[in-house]
């Protein structure tokens, strides 16, 4: 069984109120496209084709690789210039969640197939979740069904 997967923005209900120091010219709806900064792309790629089932776009820009991820795109993409992916446990905190229809099954092969577990499956405030090590170090949240 494959499972579909798609990125999920979860909001809390934060709001920017404008101020004299910083006044409201254009707003801001929210994120519209999401990437990893990798050293390896075809394997990061490789890995979230293969564990997790995401499927590539025809196009992408140059030196990334995107997926057909909805509602918004997901990407794994050269480091931009300036970028030290050497410097710590990249991604460190930013929390980039994962929905699927089952995430227990989705634990259970990201397990079998050796991918470390950072946080076991346990029942969270979005259904059943677990946080797993992806390419390079990312700390990624599974949650759903």
């Known amino acids: 069984m494959r499972t579909i997967m798609y990125v999920k923005v979860l909001t809390y209900g934060l709001r920017f109120e404008p101020t004299r120091e910083h006044p409201m010219t254009a707003a801001v709806t929210g994120p519209d496209f999401l990437a990893l900064q990798v050293r390896d792309i075809e394997a990061a790629a490789a890995f979230f084709e293969e564990h997790l089932g995401l499927v590539r776009a025809p196009a992408a820009p140059p030196h990334a690789v995107v997926f057909t991820t909805r509602p918004i795109p997901f990407a ?7 970028t030290d992916l050497d410097s710590g446990r990249p991604g460190l905190g930013v929390a ?3 929905a699927a229809d089952d995430a227990q099954g989705l634990h259970d092969r990201l397990a079998a197939a050796g991918v470390p577990i950072l946080v076991p499956p346990q029942d969270g405030p979005f259904g059943r979740m677990f946080t797993f090590t992806g390419p390079e170090g990312y ?3 599974v949650h759903g069904g």
């Open 96 to 98: 980039l969640w994962f």
């Open 76 to 82: 794994v993409r050269e480091p931009l210039p300036g």
């Open 139 to 141: 700390a990624l949240t």
